[in-house]
């Protein structure tokens, strides 16, 4: 599966941006879907993930409330809806895919449970 990150961008503090991840494969719809981001000096860290049916849900904390996961099987692409943005969601963002046979219901949310990972977009939030 390739992964192909877009919609990074320079925004202020309190805007949003709409990150998409667009898979290569049609079984898009038997992987889990994630999002992850690195910081500057910083370790990767988990964002949000969905499951395979786009039922089931997870946030960090940082970020629950103010970002959106959605997917479109139909599509094979994973959005991620970034609102109220702070100086602190400065990273790349990284989606990753990993495959969930047996459950339409899992999600992941270590990056050792994922299978394959996009090139990162950048966001850079201004304050």
């Known amino acids: 599966v390739q992964l192909q990150a877009s919609g990074g961008g320079l925004v202020q503090a309190g805007g949003s941006l709409r990150l998409s991840c667009a898979a290569s494969?049609?079984?898009?719809?038997?992987?889990?879907m994630g999002w992850f981001r690195q910081a500057p000096g910083k370790e990767r860290e988990f964002v949000a993930a969905?499951?395979?049916?786009?039922?089931?849900?997870y946030y960090a904390d940082s970020v629950k409330g103010r970002f959106t996961i959605s997917r479109d099987n139909a599509k094979a692409t994973v959005y991620l809806q970034m609102n109220s943005l702070k100086p602190e969601d400065t990273a790349v963002y990284y989606c990753?895919?990993?495959?969930?046979?047996?459950?339409?219901?899992?999600?992941?949310?270590?990056?050792?449970?994922?299978?394959?990972w996009g090139q990162g977009t950048l966001v850079t939030v201004s304050s």
């Open positions: 969905i499951s395979r049916s786009g039922d089931n849900t």
């Open positions: 494969r049609r079984t898009f719809s038997g992987y889990a």
């Open positions: 990753a895919a990993g495959f969930a046979a047996g459950s339409v219901r899992r999600y992941y949310t270590e990056g050792g449970e994922y299978d394959y």
